[in-house]
Every structure is written in C-alpha cells, then in structure tokens.
C-alpha cells in the first residue's frame, strides 16, 4: 500500500458516504480482510461500487466477497416469518 493509494481509497469511501451508499466499513482487528457494509437495491450495483475502490482496482486486495443481507428488524418481526427462517427450523 503506498499513501496515495491509500488516501484514493478514502476518497472513495466518502463518495460512497456522501451518495447514501455507504452504511458502515472498516477493517477486521486481525487485519487481515476488511468489510463495507454497502446500502443497495441490487447485487449488480453492489459489485459494481466495490470494483470502483482502488484498493480493489489496483490489486491490494487480491480477492472480495459481495453477499446480500436480508435485514432484520422490529418491523418485519426480526424475519420470523420469511421462508429462509422457517425452512431452518427444527422442531
């Protein structure tokens, strides 16, 4: 990592930040991998927005992970009744 790089990242991550598209980043305590928590409607978007990062761009991570999470919450019952949550029920 050089600081240019760096600071190209950041600038990056305020863009995100400023465009409602970032919820939370940061890397992981073991300082091996980082995670964005990215705000958007399709999985398509969200690739397309960690491609953009130029930590991404110029190699420094050599891989990344994009997965769609499924809020939970007060107001749809913290999923209790989504067909995710009941086909992983036991009774």
């Known amino acids: 990592m050089t600081e240019d790089l760096l600071y190209r990242h ?12 970032l919820f939370l980043c940061g890397p ?3 300082n091996d991998k980082a995670m964005p928590i990215l705000v958007c409607q399709a ?3 969200a690739i397309g927005l960690v491609e953009s ?11 990344y992970e994009v997965n769609a999470l499924i ?10 009744e ?3 949550t009941l086909k992983n029920l036991t009774n």
């Open 43 to 45: 999985l398509d978007e």
């Open 53 to 63: 990062d130029p930590f991404v761009k110029e190699g420094y991570y050599a891989a």
């Open 82 to 84: 989504i067909p995710q």
């Open 71 to 80: 809020e939970a919450n007060e107001e749809n019952n913290w999923l209790t």
């Open 10 to 21: 950041i600038e990056h991550l305020r863009r995100l930040n400023q465009k409602g598209k």
């Open 28 to 30: 992981f305590q073991d």
